[in-house]
């Protein structure tokens, strides 16, 4: 050990800004308080006290070690740490060492109870102003997230920055790049063909030499991505349908789905997974630029992307027709069908336990006919709780695609009536763009309420038919929601079940049940 032992005189500065304390007023503090004892400096510039990862720290701790440090003074407690593990790690190596701490500003003696006490207290709150600070940002990212403010990162294929103003603030939006938008068309336009897979798009595009314009090569991994991405779609209802049917929260209200701008889509704050295809609890928002697909070729694509990973169109198997619906409360992946030789036959497992999974399971026995007769009757009870002419069916719950086997013509009037509806709310939508809308824009939108306006007469005609000829009919031709739902095929029971229910999450004997109407 050295004859001389050192205060060691310790500065951080995280950011320069107007109200912090910089690094040379810090140590001017410190070396007032040695009194003109032998210093060494230590300073990190740059560096958060969130963790000891510093330079100038590490090289501390080292000289302490090798016993040439008697002191060590500081500004202000929390910089030299934010973290209560940190800092009770950092004076515990203090003590073994026998070296003081010194706050120079708070003045706190290490070598009495009371002054240890005192320190541990101030870690406390300084970890907690870390942790609000984390929390403010946090905040202020996703409410600028929300009001499709660019929030920096690679600037997606197809399109460039450029600036623009949102609220009276200054951004970026990004425009069309045309010669990688019609890659990109292209790529849309194959993968929509349910022939071409994402292997055939590579072998095209390799074969015809249709480059890369960013110097990147061109494989399925890259393609799948650029086909998921919402940045490209011109979202329409459907699409809002789609996001809002897997779970997503969105920010923007129906109405302003006009099939013009294209979305950002943020993790969400209380979104906990990394799955690409689990889009539940994840944050979507109207973006200010254009989106370059349209919005049925999109959702082809994005659907035949999330059937890949999830099987669950090409492998919804015909086991049951819950299969595709069910996942583990502890994991959150898929339930799918075991078969066994036992009095049910079949029974549901986490896909993701047994040798090669990480989960041990949902916690109990799922047996498939049990479970099946209880949807059943649950799903019974919700069609019983709809009259053909009391209970009007939308849109969002619109089950008239899966009785095909039924002709039930007040059904129908009234999904054309909610349609109406939602085309008055559509066209007062794209109405309310117009005084801030550019020349393009101001096109697309004349176009639109001209093809709103002529549904809109077409339907309201169709309704005016249908009165006229079928008001008088007896009720008692309609059908019983019941006894279709009893009637209906394998595959179209699945389609029913995709309608009314969301998700089914059960583990360790408890079911909750995610309806969608």
């Known amino acids: 050990m050295s004859d001389i032992r050192y205060n060691a005189l310790y500065a951080r500065q995280s950011i320069e800004k107007k109200d912090s304390i910089s690094i040379e007023s810090q140590l001017e503090y410190c070396r007032y308080e040695a009194h003109g004892e032998h210093c060494m400096e230590y300073t990190d510039k740059g560096f958060s006290g969130k963790d000891t990862n510093r330079p100038s720290f590490e090289k501390m ?32 190596l203090f003590q073994n060492f026998h070296v003081e701490f010194v706050s120079s500003t708070e003045k706190f003696d290490t070598s009495t109870p009371i002054g240890r006490a005192m320190l541990n207290i101030c870690i406390v709150f300084a970890q907690l102003e870390r ?11 996703y409410a600028r997230c929300r009001h499709g403010f660019y929030m920096g990162g690679r600037v997606p294929y197809g399109y460039r920055l450029t600036d623009t103003i949102i609220d009276n603030i200054h951004t970026s939006m990004y425009t069309e790049v045309p010669k990688e938008s019609e890659q990109l068309k292209q790529i849309y336009a194959m993968y929509a063909e349910s022939s071409n897979s994402l292997g055939d798009i590579v072998q095209y595009f390799n074969k015809h030499q249709i480059k890369h314009l960013r110097g990147a090569n061109w494989n399925t991994a890259r393609i799948s991505e650029l086909l998921r991405n919402p940045i490209y779609v011109q979202a329409d209802t459907e699409v809002y349908r789609f996001f809002q049917s897997q779970g997503a929260i969105i920010h923007n209200p129906i109405n302003e789905f006009i099939g013009y701008y294209a979305c950002y889509l943020y993790k969400g704050v209380n979104s906990n997974t990394r799955k690409q295809s689990d889009l539940s609890g994840k944050e979507l928002v109207l973006a200010p630029h254009k989106g370059l697909i349209p ?5 082809a694509c994005r659907k035949r992307c999330q059937n890949n990973r999830s099987s669950a169109a090409t492998c919804k198997a015909q086991t049951s027709w819950l299969s595709g619906k069910i996942k583990c409360g502890n994991c959150g992946y898929a339930l799918i069908i075991r078969k066994a ?27 498939a006919d049990i479970l099946e007769e209880y949807i059943n009757t649950l799903i ?23 009785l095909t086997n039924t002709d039930n013509p007040p059904k129908n009037i009234l999904q054309q009536q909610f349609r109406i509806v939602q085309i008055d709310a559509e066209i007062d939508a794209l109405l309310s763009k117009v005084p801030q809308a550019e020349n393009t824009l101001l096109n697309y939108i004349n176009q639109k309420i001209s093809q709103l306006d002529t549904e809109r007469k ?37 389609a029913v079940v995709d309608i009314f229910i969301k998700i089914i999450r059960i583990a360790n004997g408890n079911m909750e049940i995610v309806w969608n109407i």
Request: hydrophobic share 35%; with cysteine; aromatic share 8%.
């Open 341 to 367: 030789k036992t009095k049910y036959g079949r029974y549901f497992v986490c896909s993701q336990s047994g040798k090669q999974g990480h989960c041990k399971g949902a916690g109990c026995t799922i047996y």
């Open 380 to 402: 019974q009870k919700r069609l019983s709780e709809f009259s053909s002419l009391s209970a009007p069916l939308t849109d969002e719950n619109n089950i008239e695609n899966t």
């Open 295 to 299: 919005a049925p070729i999109w959702l």
């Open 131 to 141: 942790e609000t600070i984390q929390k403010r940002v946090t905040d202020a990212y």
């Open 458 to 494: 077409i339907l309201q005609k169709e309704m005016d038919t249908f009165i006229t000829t079928n008001c008088k009919k007896e009720e008692n031709t309609i059908a019983n929601p019941i006894e279709i739902w009893q009637a209906l095929s394998f595959a179209d029971r699945q």
């Open 61 to 92: 701790m080292k000289d302490i070690r090798t016993g040439i440090i008697k002191r060590v003074i500081v500004y202000k407690l929390d910089r030299i740490s934010r973290s209560i593990l940190d800092f009770a790690n950092m004076m515990e």
